[in-house]
């Protein structure tokens, strides 16, 4: 279903040069975002905007969610832990990128959401690759830790040091910084004690929230 949109969406990111990695281009080729959205929205989901998936959250677009998964530079085997799961899309993505072999991990907030993410990845077949967990992630998951990849799709105001410490040896980190309006797309990469910060943008995500983040909605 929708499979036409789906490679026109693709074609489209390719084009206008947002996405050029062809692990990524691929892996949006082949993962139904409108399967994660609510099915009145099924229409929409292959045009490229933000869209609304219940308790005042969004699905990031696609070409955001693509130049995201880029900057990462994904490869199987990699073991990556996802801030903020949202619909799951995202998550469904980094499962297709890192397999085989690697494994994701992905904490929500809202419980709501987290159940129902948890809910179409299994249904979609990414159940093995993808774990799901009700949690502040602005912490981390100290226990699952170091991950080579961290991506968080929701802005802080600042990165939360849990994070850095988090991050394996070479490993890279994805996240929004910045107030509540937009936020500066930021990666950094860990070499050692180093941490190389590079800022690649204007974005707007909604609130990172909890210890290490904004303190309410
Ligand atoms: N990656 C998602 C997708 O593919 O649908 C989009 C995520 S949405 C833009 C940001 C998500 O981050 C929201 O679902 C929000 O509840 C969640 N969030 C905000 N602060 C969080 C925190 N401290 N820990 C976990 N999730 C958080």
Redesign the pocket.
């Known amino acids: 279903m929708y499979e036409k949109e789906r490679l026109e969406m693709v074609e489209r990111l390719e084009r206008t040069g947002f996405v050029t990695n062809r692990q990524v281009l691929d892996a949006m080729s082949k993962v139904p975002r409108h399967e ?1 959205l609510p099915r009145q929205l099924w229409p929409l989901a292959y045009v490229d905007n ?1 869209l609304p ?1 219940g ?1 005042g ?4 677009a696609p070409h955001m ?1 693509g130049y995201m998964l880029e900057v990462l530079d994904l490869h199987p085997g990699q073991k990556v832990l ?11 993505l980094v499962a297709e990128l890192v397999y085989p072999g690697g494994q994701v991990i ?5 419980p709501e ?1 987290g159940d129902q ?1 948890r809910k179409t990845l299994e249904r979609l077949g990414y159940g093995d690759l993808v774990r799901v967990m009700i ?4 912490e981390g998951l100290l226990q699952e830790a170091p991950f080579d990849r961290i ?1 968080v ?2 802005g802080g105001p600042g990165v939360p040091p849990p994070l850095k410490d988090q991050l394996g040896e070479g490993g890279i980190l994805v996240i929004p910084v910045g107030g509540r309006t937009y936020q500066q797309l930021t990666v950094i990469k860990r070499d050692g004690d180093k941490f190389e910060e590079r800022a690649l943008g204007l974005v707007t ?7 290490h ?1 904004h303190k309410t909605n």
Request: aromatic letters at 8%; glycine letters at 16%.
């Open positions: 994660f933000a998936i308790s959250q969004t699905i990031s969610v996802e801030i903020g799961t949202g619909s799951g899309y995202h998550a469904g992905s904490l929500e907030r809202i959401l993410a949690a502040d992630g602005t991506l799709t929701a995500f909604v609130p990172l929230i909890g210890q983040g």
